[in-house]
T-cell receptor, first 115, second 114 residues
Framework: EAQVTQNPRYLITVTGKKLTVTCSQN?????MSWYRQDPGLGLRQIYY???????DKGDVPEGYKVSRKEKRNFPLILESPSPNQTSLYFC??????????????FGNGTRLTVT | DQQVKQNSPSLSVQEGRISILNCDYT??????FLWYKKYPAEGPTFLIS?????DKNEDGRFTVFLNKSAKHLSLHIVPSQPGDSAVYFC?????????????FGQGTELSVKP
């Protein structure tokens, strides 16, 4: 089954403790991206990657890191999480370069709570 | 600064009637627009899109209208069904300059009552 898989689905952590949210897609998509969803703000793009070893900042990249060493994986790293990073996170991928003419496929989300 | 705005957080419609969801944008550089639907505990799924060279795109019960001069787009669902109850996000992108960036609105929660 074609899908984007995020792990974990739920995560509670403490301020400053490094964490990684994994994202993997099995559709051989070139484009991958991370979003966070917050009440009243909708979905905001954190980072995106047009291809392996190519990553770019979205609108809210502060406090996050990503890497794209392989086509299928695009982990989101929080080196020193803070409470304002408490959010619902979505990973997404699409065929081809970018989001035009190629709809995003989203994972089911990771609910992160930082205390 | 919210470049894509959905000013109605929620909308309630009777089954069989038309649902109209609205979206406004501020950046005239946007030239590609999409609508996504999201059910609870799931990721958003693509619904329909439109390029700025068109003013209308239809797919079954779903039609998206684009008014470039007003920087406004709308999604019409006719007839509305209870299974359409979800949060709807509009999104905008730059087709040629920054193909990877996608800006979403805040979302509108649609409730279709039987």
């Amino acid at each position: 089954e074609a899908q984007v898989t995020q792990n974990p689905r739920y995560l509670i952590t403490v301020t400053g403790k490094k964490l990684t949210v994994t994202c993997s897609q099995n559709m051989n998509h070139e484009y991958m991206s991370w979003y966070r969803q917050d009440p009243g703000l909708g979905l905001r793009q954190i980072y995106y990657s047009m291809n392996v070893e190519v990553t770019d900042k979205g609108d809210v990249p502060e406090g996050y890191k990503v890497s794209r060493k392989e086509k299928r994986n695009f982990p989101l790293i929080l080196e020193s999480p803070s409470p304002n990073q408490t959010s619902l996170y979505f990973c997404a991928s699409s065929q081809g370069q970018g989001v035009v003419n190629s709809p995003l496929h989203f994972g089911n989300g990771t609910r992160l709570t930082v205390t | 600064d919210q470049q894509v705005k959905q000013n109605s957080p929620s909308l309630s419609v009777q089954e069989g009637r038309i649902s109209i969801l609205n979206c406004d944008y501020t950046n005239s550089m946007f030239d590609y627009f999409l609508w996504y639907k999201k059910y609870p505990a799931e990721g958003p799924t693509f619904l329909i899109s439109i390029s700025s060279i068109k003013d209308k795109n239809e797919d079954g019960r779903f039609t998206v209208f684009l008014n470039k001069s007003a920087k406004h787009l709308s999604l019409h669902i006719v007839p509305s069904q209870p299974g359409d109850s979800a949060v709807y996000f509009c999104a905008a992108s730059y087709q040629y300059n920054q193909g990877g960036k996608l800006i979403f609105g805040q979302g509108t929660e649609l409730s279709v009552k039987p």
